[in-house]
């Protein structure tokens, strides 16, 4: 495969240099936006994109590149650390947890000798500074008091995450097949990120997964959508169509029936708006779906999450996606949700505006690890 790297004032002028050079059988990578400091003060986007069909040699294509593009030779590993990244496949051994060096210092400047009653009374503290409701944080301790002679300094942190570990339910992306598309939807709130997220996993499965992907869009509401998911689809190289009515859904779904997979964007809504949510819920009662994602800012207070989450059931969501965990402080509302709502699990995290990069898969320690350090681990 060849790769290179393309910058442009906008995603369509980058798709055009793209098609120009490279061909309508070019593929992306992958995309992000330039600091504007750096560009002098100019919106910049920088593009990834790749050709399997080359006929050039390696030693030509080397020659031609620039530095900072990738070569054939290094492609299949960029994609490893994309499937890395997003996946985060790691070795039991390899887990992590970031223990509270500056707690436990203050702890032993307050108490000369190392105490694990101390210690569960500052763990407490800590689950509930990062914002997990009270009943959860007193199951944590019964659970760490029930096994107090098995505690130690080394390891009490690890029996907390573990604990948290095991409240947390979460879902594996993988599309079977059943001689038909794969159909999901993504449904959520306005601002939450629904339509980011849905061309991240679009990406994803087109490039990580090598599905054939298409995807349609309900969302005739809020200005400026279809042209977002248009000028993506034009640069990943995606099917793209667009339902204004209910009936037109099954239509489109018709036209894709030969995809493996079918990603609908729907209209944000507020929880609020009964009227607002039917509509929504027109569209979709028109198709069979696999597969309904509720998307969830992780900026949100858990009693607005809770909200949500009960105005949303009428579209019974199979999983949640949490968006812009980047952005938050505290992660205790991300375990307040999974708990209440301990049907549905998980299945995505969101940490910035980066396609494909910025998406993680939800794993249960991963989660666990992140509210209880208040960190996202990299």
């Known amino acids: ?26 593929v992306i990578i992958g995309t992000r936006v330039l600091d504007e400091e ?3 003060g100019k919106k910049m986007f920088e593009v990834t994109a790749g050709i ?4 050039e040699s390696e030693a030509e294509v080397k020659q031609k590149l620039p530095q900072n593009e990738m070569t054939p030779g290094n492609t299949i590993n960029e994609l490893a650390k994309l499937t890395e990244k997003i996946y985060r496949k790691r070795n039991p051994a390899e887990k992590k947890n970031i223990s509270f060096d500056k707690i436990k210092q203050k702890l032993k400047e307050e ?6 009653q101390e210690e569960i009374k500052t763990i407490e503290a800590t689950l509930l500074h990062r914002e997990i409701q009270e009943p959860i944080v007193r199951s944590v301790v019964d659970y760490l008091k029930d096994n107090i002679n098995m505690l130690s300094q080394e390891n009490i942190d690890k029996y907390v995450i573990s604990n948290l570990s095991s409240m947390i339910r979460t879902k594996e992306f993988k599309v079977v097949e059943k001689n038909r598309p794969h159909k999901i939807a993504f449904v959520g709130p306005t601002g939450v990120g629904k339509t980011t997220c849905l061309a991240k996993l679009a990406t994803i499965s087109k490039i990580l997964h090598n599905l054939d992907v298409g995807i349609i869009s309900a969302d005739t509401y809020r ?12 640069i990943i190289d995606i099917d793209f169509l667009v339902a204004y009515e209910p009936y037109e859904l099954e239509e489109m ?3 894709f029936r030969k995809k493996d997979i079918i990603f609908i964007d729907t209209a944000g809504r507020s929880q609020h708006k009964t009227e607002q949510l039917e509509k929504t819920r027109e569209f979709l009662d028109t198709v069979d779906l696999d597969d309904v994602y509720l998307v969830l800012s992780a900026t949100a207070t858990t009693k607005n999450l809770y909200n949500v989450a009960e105005s949303f059931q009428l579209y019974d969501y199979s999983a949640f996606v949490f968006s812009k965990i980047d952005e938050s402080a505290a992660f205790g509302n991300i375990l307040n949700v999974l708990t209440k709502y301990d049907s549905v699990p998980a299945i995505y995290l969101t940490n910035g505006q980066v396609i494909p990069d910025d998406i993680i898969a939800a794993d249960p320690h991963f989660i666990a690890n992140m509210i209880y350090t208040g960190k996202i681990m990299t």
């Open 52 to 55: 399997e069909k080359d006929t």
């Open 253 to 255: 779904v018709n036209k």
């Open 1 to 26: 495969m060849k790769v290179k790297k393309y910058v442009a004032a906008s995603l369509k002028e980058a798709s055009e240099k793209i098609k120009k050079e490279l061909g309508p059988e070019a």
């Open 223 to 234: 200005l400026g959508a279809i042209d977002q998911l248009k000028i993506f689809s034009e």
């Open 111 to 116: 108490h000369q000798s190392y105490s694990v």
């Open 38 to 40: 750096s560009n002098g």
